[in-house]
Every structure is written in C-alpha cells, then in structure tokens.
C-alpha cells in the first residue's frame, strides 16, 4: 500500500510552459487530480515533491485544490538544500513561495546553501527512504532531468518493495483525447 508518494517529472521548460496560463497546466493538474484520487482510494496520506518549477509545483497546486475538499489529504515539499530557488526570477521566486505556503509541511534535507551535487544524490535518496512509491511524468524517449530520478528509482526498487508509475507523453495524450471525448458525451 503505498501512504507516502513522490511525485516528480519534467520541469517548465521541458514541458514548454513558459507562463502560468498555458493550457498544459490545466491538463496536467487534471490528471494529477485524477491519479491522486485514486491513490487515496487505496490508502495514500500523503503527496511529497520537491518544489522545482514544472510537475512538482503544479502537483503542490493539485494537491492545495484537492484538500479543499479532503483535508485527509497533506502535502510535504522537501527542499534539497537551504537556498534553493535563491537564483529564480521574481516571478518565480512568488511561485515558489506561495506553493510552500500551500504545503502541509516544508523541510530541507541539507540546512546548508548549494555546495554540490550531493546534496542532490541526498535528497533523492531521501526521497526514496522517505516514501512507498514514485509517479514520475517522464518519457524515457525524451531525456530530461527527471532521468536522474527515474534511474534512482528502479535501482531502489530492486532491492525494495518500491512502486514506480511512469507516465509518459503518449499516456498525457490518452488522457487529453480522453478529456475531449468526456466534453464531448
């Protein structure tokens, strides 16, 4: 059963979402929504992600709309280093903030300011220790940055009882042409 869940993938860029108004954050909150929900069904307690920009903010936004109406439901965002998001824009910057502000709980898994990429390699093992399963929106035809994690992810799950649900781009298009035909009937 999996209680604790890791949500990450691409980030903005990746995803080509260069303002808050573009329609893949609509579908991509809907199908979060959706997985979500249906991962309560079978017990799920809590979401946690990170908070970079892409899959991990839009899933604190889910989770914020989803508690709205479930307060069983509670988010954690856990930061791999003290200053994190310290080099964003100030867009980005009132983004970050507000989704932490969302959030059931924020930690750092290093007190420290960026010093290396280990910091990085302890908050993905973190996350790994700290959660019963993963939902990665990732294509593996489509490198980006979430390969880091996806290829954490099936080592962990080796040697433990982890879950990993990958959803990549052709699942999102079913679940686009799926939206479509639901305002459709």
């Known amino acids: 059963m999996i209680t604790r869940l890791w949500i990450t993938g691409y980030r903005s860029f990746e995803l080509g979402i260069f303002n808050k108004n573009d329609k ?35 899933t ?73 399963g993963l939902l990665i929106i990732y294509d593996p035809e489509k490198e980006g940055k979430p390969n880091f994690d996806y290829l954490a992810a099936i080592d962990f799950a080796k040697n433990h009882n982890y879950s990993i649900e990958l959803v990549t781009f052709e699942d999102l298009e079913d679940f686009t042409r799926e939206l479509a035909d639901e305002e459709i009937n």
């Open 24 to 58: 893949k954050i609509e579908v991509l909150s809907m199908f979060l929504k959706r997985r979500i929900e249906q991962y309560q069904l079978d017990g799920l307690e809590w979401v946690i992600t990170g908070a970079q920009l892409g899959i991990e903010q839009i």
């Open 60 to 132: 604190i936004n889910t989770v914020a709309n989803i508690k709205e109406n479930d307060t069983h439901l509670k988010n954690a965002v856990m930061l791999p280093f003290k200053d994190f998001g310290a080099n964003w824009n100030e867009n980005n910057t009132l983004n970050f903030k507000s989704s932490l502000n969302k959030s059931n709980y924020v930690n750092y898994v290093s007190n420290e300011d960026y010093q290396s990429p280990q910091q990085l390699k302890n908050w993905q093992q973190f996350m790994l220790n700290h959660t019963d």
